[in-house]
């Protein structure tokens, strides 16, 4: 089942290559969608794809790449949003 989750990570998430390895994870994955820097230091991602997928890239940004320190992350289902194909990262 084909799922959408829109992601804020907090911590230290910026400046530490989070988007360009979240990229990575969720290419590896088969996971569509985008990730950006936000003004008040935070990650935000949309996350789709298979359920089980989805999960394993969320799992990972709990932890993020070793130089960042993830200090929380909120995890929302949108029950409707439209699909992506690819993965992008936004300015």
Same mark, same amino acid.
Not at 58 to 69: K, L, N, Y
């Given at each position: 089942m084909r799922v959408s989750v829109k992601i804020v990570v907090s911590g230290r998430v910026q400046g530490v290559s989070f988007r360009a390895t979240l990229r990575e994870k969720a290419m590896h994955h088969g996971v569509d969608g985008w990730v950006r820097n936000t003004t008040d230091g935070s990650v935000e991602?949309?996350?789709? #794809? !298979? !359920?089980? +997928?989805?999960?394993? %890239? %969320?799992?990972?940004? &709990?932890? #993020?790449?070793?130089?960042?320190? %993830?200090?929380?992350? %909120?995890?929302?289902?949108?029950?409707?949003?439209?699909? &992506? +194909? #690819?993965?992008?990262?936004?300015?």
């Open positions: 991602a949309l996350l789709q #794809g !298979e !359920e089980p +997928a989805v999960r394993k %890239v %969320v799992d990972w940004a &709990r932890r #993020g790449p070793p130089s960042a320190s %993830v200090s929380a992350l %909120v995890e929302k289902r949108l029950d409707s949003h439209p699909n &992506r +194909a #690819g993965f992008t990262i936004l300015s």
